[in-house]
C-alpha cells in the first residue's frame, strides 16, 4: 500500500517537474504569463525552461503565414462602389481579397498581438475589417478601369493594392503586431443586376461581331468574284486580239501570195474566174431557154469544134444570155 | 510497476520464491515497455519522401539547406515528446484547382472528380468587361520541405489564392476575344510565372509545374452569342472560299476559251495562206500553158466549162423563124403555182 502510494506520488512529482520543461515549436511561438502577466515571449524553437504549474503558463501563437479570405468562402459578398472620372459616382462591384498575415516576428509585437488579439480568429476578425475599410476606401477615390482595363497602363491593380497594402500594414503592425505580407485580389465581379447588364451587353457585342463576319466575308467574296471576272474578261479580250491580228495576218499575206500570181496576166485571170463563175451559176436547178438561132445555142451545138471567133461565149453581153433564170433550189 | 502491486494482495508472503519470481517478472515487463518506447523511435522515410525531424520543437539547421531533412531509409529519433518527424512528398505532383466552387473542391477533395464537370466556375472579368468562367487546374512541387511545413499554415490554399488571384489580374487586362483564344498560351505562361515570384516572396518552398486553363468559356446565358461568333466567322469563311473555287473554274475556263479561239484563228490563217497558195500556183500552172499558146488554151477552158454547165442545165428551145418577133415568155416561179 505504502508502496502504491509512493509510486502515484512519483508519477505526479514528474509531471510537476516537466511543467518545468517548454517546448517551442519550429511553427509556434510561445509566450510565458506568470500568474497571467506575460514574462517572456520565446521566437526560436527548442527546449526552455521555466517555472511550474501553475506559477508559469505558455500562450503559443502560429508563427507561419496565415490566409484570410475576405469575406469568408461562406460568407455573403462585399460589394464597393467605386469612382468615376466622369460621371463622379462610379460602379458598384463585388471584390474579395485574400490577406496574407503573421504575427510579427518580435517580442514586442507578439506580446501586443497577446494583448490586443489574443487569438487567431479574432486577429482574423479585426484583419478583415481594417483590409475592408481601407479597400473600400481606395476604391472610392478610383476608377473602375484601375482595376479593369485593356489599356495599357490603365489598370493598375498591382499599385492600387501595393497603397491599400501600405496603409493596412501601418494600421495594424504596431497597434497588433501583425505583420501584413501581401493583399490581392481573388474575385471581381458585378453585384446580380448588374451582371444582367454586363450580360446584355457581352450578347450585343458578339452580335455586332458576328454580323460583321459575315459581311465581311461576303465583301471579300464580292471582290473575289469580280476579280475573277475581271481577270476572264482580260483573258478573252487578249485572245480576241490576238485571233484578230492572226487573220488578218494571214488574210493579208493570202492577199499578198494572191496579188503576185494574178498579177502576172490580170487578163487571164479574168478570163479564168468568169468561167468559174458560169461553172458555179449553172446548176441543176438551172433552166435555160433559148431561141434557135441564138449564138449561145451554136456554141452549144458547136462545142466539140474548135472555136475560132472570141465573140461567142462571152456572157457578160446581154444578147448572149436571152433568157437564162436561175431559179433557186426548190422552196421549202 | 503497477502490475506487480495489484498482484501482491492475492498472493501472501509465503517464500522469497515466488516474490523473487515476482519481481523478475515485472522488472522483464517494464524493460520490455522501454524497449518497445525506444524502439518507436525508428522510422522510414520512403523513396518519394523527405524526412523532417523536430528536436525539442527544432528542425537542426542541417535539415534546412538542401536537400533538405533526411533521405529515404531507416532512421532514428528519440521517441515523442523528444522529437516529432514529418515525412512530406517531394517527388509528388500535386494538382488543385482554382475559380471552383468551394462545394465542388470539396467534392473533389472527396475523390469525385465528375463534379468539376457541372461545376459552375466563378466569373472573372475580363479588360473589356465581360464575364467568362474560367477554371485553372495547378500543378505544384514540394521542393523545400522545411519551408512547406514551417513557412505558411495551409500552403495549398496559400498556393490557389496566389494563382487565383494572379490570374483574376491578368485577365482584368486581356480583351475578351483574346482571352478565349490567341492570349491563352501567354495567360498560362504568366500566370504560372508571376504566381511563382510571389509564392517565392511567401517562402511556400513549392514550385508549379503547371497552370493550365481547364475551361475558360462564356457564361451559359450568353454562350449561344458566342457560339455565333465562331459560326459567323465559318460562314464568312465559306463565302470566300466558293468565291474563291469560283474564281478556280472561271479563270481556267476563260484560258480554256482564250486557247480555242487562238487555235480557231490560227487554223483560218493556216487554211487561208494554204489556199492562196494552192490556188495561186494552179493559176501559175495554167498561166505558164496559156502563154504557150493562148487561144487554144483559152478555147478548151471555154468548152470545159461549157460542157460541164451543159451536162448539169435543162434547155428549152423555141424554134422561132428568122424576122418574126420573138416569142413571148413569162417566168413563173414555182412559188407562185402553189
Not at chain 1, 21 to 33: C, G, H, T
Not at chain 1, 202 to 230: L, P, V
Request: proline residues 6%.
Amino acid at each position: 500500500m505504502r508502496a502504491l502510494v509512493a509510486a502515484v506520488a512519483l508519477v505526479a512529482l514528474l509531471w510537476w517537474a516537466s511543467t518545468c520543461a517548454l517546448i517551442v515549436d519550429q511553427s509556434d511561438y510561445a509566450v510565458v504569463k506568470r500568474f497571467g502577466r506575460p514574462v517572456a515571449v520565446c521566437l526560436e524553437p527548442g527546449l526552455r525552461f521555466k517555472l511550474p504549474w501553475p506559477i508559469d503558463d505558455v500562450v503559443r501563437f502560429d508563427n507561419r503565414l496565415m490566409v484570410l479570405e475576405t469575406p469568408a468562402a461562406n460568407q455573403p459578398d462585399r460589394e464597393y462602389l467605386t469612382q468615376d472620372e466622369q460621371a463622379g459616382i462610379g460602379k458598384n462591384v463585388v471584390v474579395s481579397t485574400f490577406t496574407a498575415w503573421r504575427i510579427r516576428r518580435d517580442p514586442a509585437a507578439v506580446r501586443t498581438f497577446l494583448e490586443t488579439m489574443g487569438d487567431r480568429a479574432r486577429a482574423e476578425a479585426r484583419l478583415g475589417d481594417v483590409v475592408v475599410s481601407e479597400l473600400g476606401a481606395a476604391l472610392g477615390q478610383n476608377d473602375f478601369a484601375i482595376l479593369v482595363s485593356v489599356e495599357k497602363g490603365r489598370q493598375r491593380c498591382e499599385e492600387f493594392l501595393a497603397g491599400v497594402r501600405e496603409r493596412c500594414r501601418k494600421r495594424v503592425q504596431d497597434a497588433y503586431g501583425i505583420e501584413i505580407v501581401d493583399i490581392r485580389i481573388i474575385r471581381l465581379n458585378f453585384p446580380e443586376q448588374n451582371r444582367r447588364n454586363v450580360f446584355d451587353r457581352m450578347r450585343a457585342e458578339r452580335e455586332t461581331i458576328a454580323a460583321r463576319y459575315r459581311s465581311e466575308g461576303e465583301e471579300r467574296a464580292t471582290t473575289i468574284r469580280a476579280q475573277a471576272n475581271r481577270q476572264r474578261d482580260e483573258i478573252l479580250a487578249q485572245a480576241e486580239m490576238e485571233a484578230e491580228q492572226t487573220r488578218g495576218r494571214a488574210d493579208a499575206e493570202a492577199a499578198r501570195i494572191y496579188a503576185e500570181a494574178y498579177g502576172q496576166d490580170p487578163e487571164f485571170y479574168r478570163f479564168l474566174r468568169t468561167l468559174e463563175s458560169y461553172e458555179k451559176t449553172f446548176d441543176e436547178n438551172t433552166v435555160a431557154i433559148l431561141s434557135a438561132g441564138s449564138e449561145f445555142l451554136s456554141l452549144l451545138t458547136r462545142a466539140a469544134e474548135p472555136v475560132s471567133q472570141p465573140t461567142a461565149p462571152h456572157m457578160e453581153t446581154n444578147d448572149a444570155r436571152p433568157g437564162v433564170a436561175t431559179q433557186p433550189a426548190s422552196p421549202q | 510497476m503497477m502490475h506487480a502491486q495489484a498482484s501482491q494482495p492475492s498472493l501472501p508472503a509465503r517464500s522469497d520464491q515466488p516474490r523473487r519470481a515476482l519481481r523478475a517478472a515485472s522488472a522483464a515487463v517494464l524493460l520490455l515497455a522501454l524497449a518497445a518506447y525506444l524502439a518507436s523511435g525508428f522510422y522510414f522515410v520512403q523513396p518519394d519522401e523527405r524526412g523532417v525531424v523536430r528536436w525539442f520543437g527544432r528542425v537542426p539547421d542541417a535539415q534546412r539547406v538542401p536537400p533538405f531533412g533526411v533521405g529515404p531509409g531507416m532512421h532514428y529519433a528519440l521517441p515523442w515528446p523528444f522529437c516529432s518527424v514529418n515525412r512530406p512528398k517531394t517527388t509528388e505532383i500535386r494538382r488543385l484547382f482554382v475559380g471552383l466552387t468551394p462545394e465542388t473542391r470539396e467534392a473533389i477533395g472527396r475523390g469525385e472528380m465528375w463534379a468539376l464537370q457541372s461545376s459552375p466556375a466563378s466569373d472573372v472579368l475580363t479588360g473589356d468587361v465581360n464575364i467568362l468562367k474560367v477554371t485553372m487546374a495547378v500543378q505544384y512541387q514540394v521542393f523545400d520541405p522545411f519551408a512547406y511545413l514551417f513557412a505558411a499554415d495551409g500552403p495549398e490554399q496559400l498556393i490557389r489564392l496566389t494563382v487565383q488571384s494572379v490570374l483574376i489580374e491578368r485577365m482584368a487586362a486581356l480583351p475578351v476575344d483574346q482571352a478565349l483564344t490567341a492570349a491563352k498560351t501567354a495567360l498560362e505562361i504568366e500566370t504560372l510565372s508571376r504566381s511563382q515570384k510571389l509564392l517565392d516572396e511567401y517562402g511556400s518552398g513549392v514550385r508549379l509545374v503547371a497552370t493550365n486553363l481547364q475551361s475558360i468559356e462564356p457564361p451559359e446565358a450568353i454562350a449561344a452569342a458566342f457560339n455565333d461568333v465562331v459560326s459567323a466567322k465559318k460562314d464568312g469563311e465559306r463565302a470566300v472560299d466558293r468565291a474563291v473555287a469560283e474564281q478556280n473554274r472561271v479563270i481556267p475556263r476563260a484560258r480554256g476559251d482564250a486557247a480555242q479561239r487562238l487555235a480557231e484563228a490560227q487554223g483560218y490563217a493556216q487554211q487561208r495562206v494554204s489556199r492562196a497558195r494552192g490556188e495561186s500556183d494552179r493559176f501559175l500552172s495554167l498561166l505558164a500553158e496559156y502563154r504557150r499558146s493562148p487561144q487554144l488554151m483559152k478555147d478548151r477552158l471555154r468548152i470545159q466549162s461549157l460542157e460541164k454547165a451543159v451536162s448539169r442545165i435543162r434547155v428549152y428551145l423555141l424554134d422561132n423563124r428568122p424576122g418574126e418577133p420573138p416569142a413571148k415568155l413569162r417566168i413563173i416561179d414555182r412559188a407562185d403555182q402553189e
